[in-house]
Nanobody
Framework: QVQLVESGGGLVQAGGSLRLSCAAS???????????MGWFRRAPGKEREFVAG????????YYADSVKGRFTISRDNAQNTVYLQMSSLKPEDTAVYYC???????????????WGKGTLVTVSS
């Protein structure tokens, strides 16, 4: 099986920072370098939103306009882990954040193959 497990979410004040991690295991973990990785988020009552993506090689990277300049996606293939460093957090960043994997490249955000269960990020005013 393919497993993606997010961690690092929590409660933070506006202007603060958090670092999310997504660890891959199973088939995805054994062949992690073969996967493009992405971060998505969904707030209650809203559509799922693409946040950031990264190729299997670590570049290029892509960001939603709403987070560009504040969030940074990176990966460590030796650790089978992708990260999302978030800074200057705003209340509107509050959402459940999901990581996802795909063998397709260029990445199609609407056709990701595997999903984690999510980690909650809450940003207070």
């Amino acid at each position: 099986q393919v497993q993606l497990v997010e961690s690092g979410g929590g409660l933070v004040q506006a202007g603060g920072s958090l670092r999310l991690s997504c660890a891959a295991s199973g088939a995805a973990g054994r062949t992690f370098r073969s996967y493009g990785m992405g971060w998505f988020r969904r707030a209650p009552g809203k559509e799922r939103e693409f946040v950031a993506g990264i190729s299997w090689s670590g570049g290029p990277t892509y960001y939603a306009d709403s987070v560009k300049g504040r969030f940074t996606i990176s990966r460590d293939n030796a650790q089978n882990t992708v990260y999302l460093q978030m800074s200057s957090l705003k209340p509107e960043d509050t959402a459940v954040y999901y990581c996802a994997a795909t063998r397709r490249w260029p990445m199609d955000p609407d056709r990701m193959d595997y999903w984690g269960k999510g980690t909650l990020v809450t940003v207070s005013s």
